[in-house]
């Protein structure tokens, strides 16, 4: 079963403009990752936020983590064509030994 | 350095049948992990494997099985097919395990008919 749920589940921006999507997930967790995927392709790792961090940032990304609200959101800053893609969230629980998926942002960038 | 590498890219096969799915990880990484991706449950952990040992199970039935090989080369077995099985079969590889960054092959489609 999944425990991560993210929204929304499709965005279409303009090129240019910011993207954001969220994550969010139901039991507590050691770290967070957000991955990329290419039309049904392998998965590109993106960003690893561990518990005790807020926030990380990684070229034109940025995620925050907030564990209080058990939620996570991904901001790619001027997007551009090649960003379009499905983002997936996933989650250790720090009770079991298992990765859990979100259910996947898919972003069309409109050039 | 080579990536992961999966094999085969797309198959086909009919219910009752069972196949075999293999992966190659990057070179030094002692951790694979198999996933199943579908359009209705999306990702789904099914196991991992470090240093020859299955170290995690997700929630699937005994039909799926794998296995690891001494030099990290990984397996993943499914016995009579079902038309669900269809999916797309993705592994990756990493140093330690799942709760670090992983690298993902291109997976392999799986087509139950």
């Known amino acids: 079963s999944q425990q991560g749920e993210e929204d929304p589940q499709a965005l279409s921006i303009q090129e240019g403009e910011n993207a954001t999507m969220n994550c969010s997930y139901k039991t507590s967790i050691n770290n967070l990752q957000w991955y990329r995927q290419n039309s049904g392709r392998g998965l590109v790792h993106l960003i690893l936020?561990?518990?005790n961090e807020r926030e990380k940032h990684s070229g034109r990304l940025r995620v925050t983590l907030d564990t209080s609200k058990k939620s996570s959101s991904l901001l790619i800053t001027a997007s551009r064509a090649a960003d379009t893609a499905s983002y997936f969230c996933?989650?250790?629980?720090?009770?079991?030994?298992?990765?859990?998926w979100g259910a996947g942002t898919k972003l069309i960038i409109k050039p | 350095k080579a990536g992961v590498t999966q094999t085969p890219r797309y198959l086909i096969k009919t219910r009752g049948q069972q196949v075999t799915l293999s992966c190659s990880p990057i070179?030094?990484?002692?951790?694979v992990s198999w996933y199943q991706q579908t359009p209705g449950q999306g990702l789904q952990f099914l196991f991992e494997?470090?240093?020859?040992?299955?170290?995690n199970k997700g929630n699937f039935p005994g039909r799926f099985s794998g296995r690891q090989f001494s030099n990290s080369r990984s397996e993943m077995n499914v016995s009579t097919l079902e038309l669900g099985d269809s999916a797309l079969y993705l592994c990756?590889?990493?140093?330690?395990?799942?709760?670090?960054?992983?690298?993902f092959g291109s997976g392999t489609q799986l087509s139950v008919l």
């Open positions: 990756a590889s990493s140093l330690g395990g799942i709760n670090e960054k992983l690298f």
């Open positions: 996933a989650t250790d629980e720090d009770s079991n030994y298992q990765l859990i």
């Open positions: 070179s030094g990484h002692r951790s």
């Open positions: 494997y470090f240093s020859e040992t299955q170290r």
């Open positions: 936020i561990r518990s």
